[in-house]
């Protein structure tokens, strides 16, 4: 939408809400380099001294702990029958691309506070999340306030690269025998128009409830090559391109995933346009119609089907009469709910033996060989029929009029996935909305937040704390 400051509302809420000092202490944060794989221990370890010197109110009511550089405060509630609530986020930033230090208008690791903004790298990825979700804990217990419901702060170390941080602090939690009533984590995307739903001039935006799986598979063919004027049995070229020919010529047939089911039928009041107006008036019944219809429209057949995109190819011969030698290549698989890795595997090793080639295990000396470089099933899919999901949708509704809020799946993967063996409603929604502008967008040059959009967020933190937790 072009002018997201006119979905604000209730700006003028908490009034004494320190804005300038928060977004000094944001820009503080963002001095403190932690991008993900650093070696050095030293940036991590100012940016935890940051949080215990400038939030006394819940250092004070709260104990904070550490576990590798991945951070974990609990606030305890008076009410011990009642789940815990965790807020999280992560401390780790992408790095600057090399060579384009000098393109920004502050420097990336400045936390500069001008024209309105705050700049620097972490500003929308995502230490405005850590540092909002202090400021509002803060704001609450600073006014004497106590928490009847216990809530966790949670800030992973590795986000940005191997997502162990957070698993850490949820198998710490599991340990304690913790199952919690909700988790927050980063996700959505902005705002968009609804019309790619039928539901053109309505601003839509999403509350994640899961992320797609994600597989990496190679397919190896070993050859010796040789002169191109014999080529018995085809060159490992010409196997390899069949192998992978095979794979994409036979995709996974389209399903109704129920996470579009619910998508759909949360939209299903603003739909005006045909043909979804009809088919989602019974989501259920016209599943496989709405399934290909999805199919047929560039910007929805993902939502329906395990995708299929060859990437990567290595090892093709440099002279045009030399036969390459040993060539592999990589197929990146995005799952659909209820599909597994190991079915893809199965249907991969099928539908190339189908086509006329030999497998490794059958022909180790020019067969196809398969393995997975990495490989995550789908995530669970969050509840949106309970607590957790109405509380978050009311906070967002409240201070965002207008904007219709609906569950959906994520195009990437966060940390929310590894709470999912202590909760059942890990949502993926930043309350942080900034608008869509040409430059300085998440892991971008200039990346940068308005300092409206930042105290508007906290605003819509301290909000659903207050009404979830104190
Ligand atoms: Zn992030």
């Known amino acids: 939408m072009n002018d997201l400051f006119s979905c604000f509302d209730h700006e003028s809420d908490y009034p004494d809400l320190d804005i300038c000092g928060a977004a000094e202490r944001l820009s503080r944060a ?24 400038c939030y006394p109110a819940v250092m004070a009511a709260g104990h904070f702990q550490t576990v590798g550089r991945s951070v974990l405060i609990t606030v305890p509630g008076t009410q011990k029958a009642l789940p815990p609530a965790l807020f999280m986020a992560h401390q780790d930033v992408v790095p600057v691309v090399e060579g384009t230090e000098n393109d920004w208008t502050w420097p990336a690791f400045s936390g500069a506070v001008e024209d309105g903004y705050i700049w620097g790298r972490g500003t929308l990825d995502i230490k405005e999340m850590v540092f909002g979700e202090l400021e509002a804990a803060e704001y609450l217990l600073a006014h004497g306030k106590r928490p009847v419901r216990t809530v966790i702060l949670a800030f992973g170390e590795d986000e940005e690269t191997f997502n162990r941080g957070s698993k850490a602090l949820s198998d710490l939690l599991k340990s304690y025998g913790t199952r919690l009533a909700f988790v927050l984590d980063e996700g959505g995307g902005g705002i968009d128009d609804g019309a790619l739903f039928g539901a053109p001039g309505v601003n839509i935006a999403s509350v994640d409830l899961m992320e797609k799986g994600y597989a990496d598979l190679r397919l190896s063919v070993r050859s010796r090559g040789g002169h191109s004027s014999r080529p018995w049995g085809g060159t490992s070229l010409g196997n390899l391109s069949r192998a992978i020919a095979a794979v994409v010529d036979h995709p996974f047939p389209a399903r109704l995933p129920d996470i579009v089911k619910a998508q759909l039928k949360s939209l299903q009041p603003y739909i005006s346009e045909e043909p979804l107006r009809s088919l989602a008036a019974d989501v259920d019944a016209n599943a496989d119609a709405i399934a290909a219809y999805c199919l047929q429209n560039r910007d929805l057949f993902n939502l329906v089907i395990t995708t299929i995109a060859p990437t990567v190819i290595n090892g093709s011969s440099k002279a045009p009469n030399v036969m390459p030698q040993n060539m592999d290549a990589v197929i990146n698989f995005r799952l659909a709910e209820g599909h597994t890795p190991e079915q893809v595997m199965t249907h991969c090793r099928q539908v190339i033996k189908d086509a006329g080639l030999t497998l490794a295990e059958d022909d180790p000396e020019s067969g196809v060989s398969l393995s997975f470089d990495q490989a995550n099933p789908p995530s669970a899919m969050a509840r949106c029929d309970g607590y957790g999901y109405a509380k978050v949708v009311e906070a967002m509704q409240y201070y965002y009029k207008d904007i219709v809020f609906y569950p959906a799946c994520s195009g990437g993967a966060t940390d929310a996935h590894n709470y999912e ?8 929604r930043s309350p942080f909305l900034s608008p869509a502008e040409d430059e300085g967008g998440v892991h971008g040059t200039n990346e940068r937040i308005t300092i409206r959009s930042y105290a508007q967020g906290i605003r819509t933190l301290i909000r659903l704390m207050d009404a979830t937790c104190f």
Not at 39 to 46: G, K, L, Q
Not at 421 to 428: A, G, K, V, Y
């Open 421 to 428: 063996q202590i909760c059942d409603t890990c949502l993926r």
């Open 30 to 53: 963002i001095q403190c380099k932690t991008v993900s794989d650093c070696a050095d221990p030293a940036p991590f370890d100012a940016l935890h001294d940051l949080m215990r010197s």
